[in-house]
């Protein structure tokens, strides 16, 4: 018999739709993976089996159809669904159950997309290795001692790990990309406003984007396609149809494609086993049929330090709400003490070091004297990343870089180090910047693990990604971690 | 210690300042769909949005945009072509989002002007912006004796209001009014109020919080540098934005004699006392770390807009004021008797509902302006219209109603009893005009009143007073006089 976890979102919709296995069987399968591995792999905060099996009954009834019907899915526990816990991976919003659905979890919902749970991430989508999650770490499929990447470890460990054949991520400077890249899979960051952010608890609301993950790129396309449309509860929504993602992966041809190769996206930072790969990489687009050229984007150089101005600044705001009185957390609520000292209380233990270390950041660049040094430069930069952006969309249809600079670094070797792990960041944050999409794919293995390679396209043009993404899969199918440790 | 308001305006100029907060009457909330009705039960009105949960996110209403536009229209201001909300942030338990959205350094319309009318002069108050934000919820302080925080064992907070769109209208400093600092204040908001109310963007009831005013004053000697300015709180009613000038000025004008230094504070108006007292000082104030508000694209109001809103605004109270005091021939000296009373709005409305101007006049001047006088409030903040005063002279001009049920009408309606056709209704007070009825009476009091009665029957009519007197004691005033006074002769066998 086949095992059920193994197979593609679109293998998995058609065994369903052909009557081969049912959704309920498929569930199940899911459900009894996570309950054999996540013990090892911490990649789910809460597993709902009820509304799971549910969904699937209903689409066993017949009672929704489509593409996806049946096709179990991890979401993020950053996004919020409607009586199911929402952490965002910190204690201050422990045992807080939403009283609405998420406009993704919506159409995931009317899709007939089957959710299993919440999945682990850094505190507040603040971490490249899911370390900052208040629930302790996610462990990387390819070596449990290793990071599945962050933000977004939980859903890229769980795709990986064929816990879920799909799984939403969310990408602020990479916590979909940097993920996908170490644990072998695929993650696109959207168009900024191409998918509705209500519901998704803000962490930097300019550049915070939901996606999908998956195992492919056709399947990562539709789920994009569920996910993604105008909504008029996210003014920053754009009121534009849906990109032909899934045309554009089932098309797979660079045939007469010019692809520009970031210059500064490599050299200092980037491990010689990545660049390798890269190089690799970039040959066999050349292979596909692509035309390669060398492009400059001189200001991405000022990339990070202008993402860690805006990103906290925003930050500092956005989480000021929890204050412990309208839900979540509260600590020191004695009858004896004043509101402000339980705000304080509740917000000093219900914080972890990161988010605090990146709210006292904000508050100090948005501080009167200092906003036009740093909140006002940081968005002059920004500017100055876009044009490089508009300047290289001149001279090539997608850009192209490694999409983490290392491969999954041990667990506990950066914790000390902040700045070390900003810099996974590096090539996926000028993208947040501009509001580009961007995807990560596998490009092969370096030291055993598995290496991403970053494609970057104009606003508006992800369809892009999809092609070129879904041509090089084709030529360089994406590793199987071995599961070694597998009981 | 206080110097007298006239004494501290001979030594000092002042500079006045006021921001003005509106609430709007749009339906619904600035950054959600709930409903916008005042006095619901406590957080009804709200939503993921209002209530700030995480994740929620706001989408602007057009409709406030439109009214703020329409506002700034009114009072000849720039109406910005791209603008952009911003936080303000800092932490109070009403403000669920611990930021409040709002304007900073890109106001919707700005640099305009309201002219007003004191004692006969026009004074132009300059307009330095008008502003766009949401209102916060309210706390309400549980278990102390003054329902203050201070005292209190609990707070609770209700989020009707948070959301609400605010329209915040400030000016620029206000010099040159030399000796009637309070005066000018008072007409600035009275005029304002009436230009809101024209637009329709606001029910601008100052009791129930939907128009609130801050009052900024300072003063330096003649000739000096600007004086350090206070900034008094919670100003709720026409009468006490001029106190609150009046006390102010009288409260630093003592400090300076003194040699003392006026602090930069925030001061909290008592409406019991008229006095206020000092908040917290500027110099340990917020940071409110104002950025642009990320969620919200910027709001770039078309030009085509702006003119179709323009060219629909209607006439300005003050041109219509003296339009009206034409059409109705009103001698300047009455026109100027009404608007130092703050009536002559509520006459000419009265009009427009279909009185006489006379008629409307004697109301708001006389029974009206008592009234008002005696509950310490301005005649524009009793709870009645002129549509309701126009109905009671029409009820009195068709005869149901005589002159002193009229007043008894009136106050029922000022107690809250509803229309004046209920008030009638429920109090009994149709003029009894059931000749039948009235014959008995008219017959008991000459029975009674058998003297009077041979008087007049020898020709004495004059003395036919005492037995109307009589009869309308009798039946309780509901007769008609002149009514009561023909039977009496007819009975009497009395021709005139």
């Known amino acids: ?487 | 210690m206080t110097v007298p308001y006239v004494e501290a305006l001979q030594e000092f100029e002042p500079v006045i300042g006021l921001e003005t907060h509106v609430e709007l009457g749009t339906a619904s909330k600035m950054f959600c769909g709930c409903d916008t009705t005042f006095g619901a039960a406590p957080n009804t009105h709200t939503c993921p949005v209002c209530l700030g949960l995480p994740g929620a996110l706001p989408v602007v209403n057009e409709a406030a945009i439109a009214s703020t536009i329409r506002i700034g229209l009114a009072l000849h201001c720039d109406i910005a072509t791209w603008c952009r909300f911003a936080r303000k942030n800092y932490f109070y338990p009403d403000m669920p989002k611990n930021f409040q959205t709002s304007q900073y350094d890109e106001p919707l319309c700005t640099d305009g002007y309201l002219d007003v009318e004191v004692d006969g002069e026009t004074v132009r108050i300059p307009i330095e912006r008008v502003h766009l934000e949401e209102d916060t919820g309210k706390s309400l302080h549980v278990g102390g004796s003054t329902g203050r925080i201070h005292g209190a064992t609990h707070s609770l907070v209700d989020y009707n209001r948070a959301g609400i769109p605010l329209v915040e209208i400030v000016t620029k400093p206000v010099t040159g009014t030399k000796a009637k600092p309070a005066e000018v204040a008072k007409a600035y908001v009275t005029e304002l109020r009436d230009v809101l109310r024209g637009l329709g963007v606001s029910d601008v009831r100052m009791e129930q919080g939907s128009l609130r005013c801050d009052v900024n004053v300072s003063l330096n000697k003649p000739g000096a540098e600007w004086g350090t300015r206070s900034e008094t709180k919670n100003v709720n009613s026409l009468r006490s934005v001029e106190r609150a000038v009046r006390s102010e000025v009288e409260r630093q004008a003592a400090r300076l004699r003194a040699g003392e230094r006026i602090v930069q504070e925030t001061r909290h108006f008592h409406e019991d006392t008229g006095l206020s007292t000092s908040g917290r000082s500027k110099e340990e104030a917020t940071d409110y770390r104002y950025f642009p508000e990320p969620d919200l694209v910027p709001v770039a109001p078309d030009a085509a807009w702006v003119a179709s809103l323009k060219a629909a605004l209607p006439e300005a109270p003050s041109s219509r004021r003296r339009r009206l005091i034409e059409q109705l021939a009103l001698s300047t000296l009455d026109a100027e008797a009404m608007t130092n009373a703050g009536v002559l709005d509520l006459v000419l409305a009265t009009v427009d509902a279909g009185a006489p101007a006379a008629e409307a006049r004697n109301w708001w001047l006389g029974h009206l302006a008592q009234s008002a006088n005696s509950r310490g409030s301005e005649p524009s903040e009793l709870p009645i219209t002129p549509v309701q005063v126009a109905r009671v002279v029409e009820l009195v001009a068709d005869g149901s109603l005589t002159a002193g049920l009229a007043r008894q009408v009136v106050d029922g309606v000022l107690a809250g009893e509803g229309e004046p056709d209920d008030v009638v209704e429920s109090r009994g007070l149709a003029v009894v005009s059931d000749e039948g009825a009235l014959t008995t009476a008219v017959d008991e009091a000459i029975a009674a009143n058998s003297d009077a009665a041979d008087k007049i029957r020898a020709g004495k009519v004059q003395a036919v007073g005492a037995l109307v007197g009589a009869v309308m004691k009798a039946t309780r005033g509901q007769a008609d006089a002149s009514v009561v006074r023909r039977l009496l002769l007819e009975r009497l066998g009395v021709r005139e």
């Open chain 1, 1 to 487: 018999m086949t095992d059920l976890t193994r197979l593609t979102a679109v293998q998995t919709a058609a065994a369903i739709a052909a009557r081969d296995t049912t959704a309920t069987e498929v569930a199940q399968a899911h459900l009894d993976r996570i309950a054999k591995v996540d013990g090892q792999l911490h990649a789910f905060l809460h597993v709902d089996a009820e509304g799971a099996l549910e969904t699937a009954r209903r689409v066993d009834a017949g009672e929704i159809t489509g593409p996806l019907a049946g096709v179990p899915l991890a979401l993020k526990d950053v996004i919020v669904q409607k009586g199911v816990p929402t952490t965002v991976g910190s204690r201050i919003l422990e045992g807080w159950r939403p009283p609405y659905d998420a406009t993704v979890v919506e159409r995931l919902k009317a899709a007939g997309v089957v959710i299993l749970g919440k999945t682990n991430m850094d505190e507040f989508a603040m971490g490249s290795s899911t370390e900052h999650s208040a629930y302790g770490p996610t462990h990387n499929p390819w070596d449990l001692d290793r990071i599945p990447g962050g933000s977004g470890g939980g859903s890229s460990a769980a795709v990986a790990s064929f816990e879920s054949p799909l799984a939403i991520g969310t990408d602020t400077g990479g916590s979909i990309r940097q993920p996908a890249a170490v644990t072998g899979t695929v993650g696109v960051k959207p168009t900024y406003g191409g998918v509705s952010r209500y519901g998704l608890v803000a962490f930097s609301s300019s550049l915070d984007q939901a996606g999908p993950c998956a195992r492919t790129v056709l399947d990562a396309a539709l789920l994009h396609e569920v996910i993604a449309g105008h909504d008029p509860r996210d003014s920053t929504s754009i009121p534009a149809p849906v990109p032909p993602v899934v045309e554009a992966a089932r098309q797979a041809d660079i045939s007469g494609m010019t692809i520009g190769v970031v210059k500064e996206l490599s050299g200092e930072g980037y491990q010689p086993g990545v660049e390798q790969r890269f190089a690799e990489a970039v040959e066999t687009l050349t292979g596909l049929g692509a035309k390669v050229v060398e492009v400059s984007c001189p200001h991405f150089a000022y990339a990070l330090p202008a993402y860690y101005l805006i990103a906290p600044s925003e930050a500092s705001s956005n989480l000021a709400r929890f204050d412990s009185v309208r839900y979540g957390l509260r600590v020191g609520d004695d009858g004896e003490r004043g509101l402000e000292e339980v705000m304080s209380l509740t917000r000093a233990q219900g914080f972890g070091a990161e988010v605090k270390r990146r709210i006292i950041l904000g508050t100090y660049a948005l501080s009167s004297g200092y906003y036009d040094a740093y909140y006002g430069q940081a968005q002059k930069v920004r500017s100055l990343i876009t044009r490089d952006f508009t300047e290289a969309f001149a001279m090539a249809d997608v850009l192209v870089s490694p999409a983490a600079p290392t491969v999954a670094f041990p667990l506990g070797e950066k914790l000390s180090d902040p700045l070390a792990m900003y810099r996974q960041d590096l090539a996926t944050i000028p993208s947040n910047l501009y509001g580009g999409p961007a995807m990560s794919l596998p490009c092969g293995l370096a030291d055993g693990l598995p290496v991403g390679l970053q494609i970057m396209a104009p606003t508006m043009r992800d369809e892009l990604l999809y092609r070129v993404g879904a041509a090089f899969e084709a030529a360089m199918p994406a590793p199987v971690p071995p599961l070694d440790w597998e009981a």
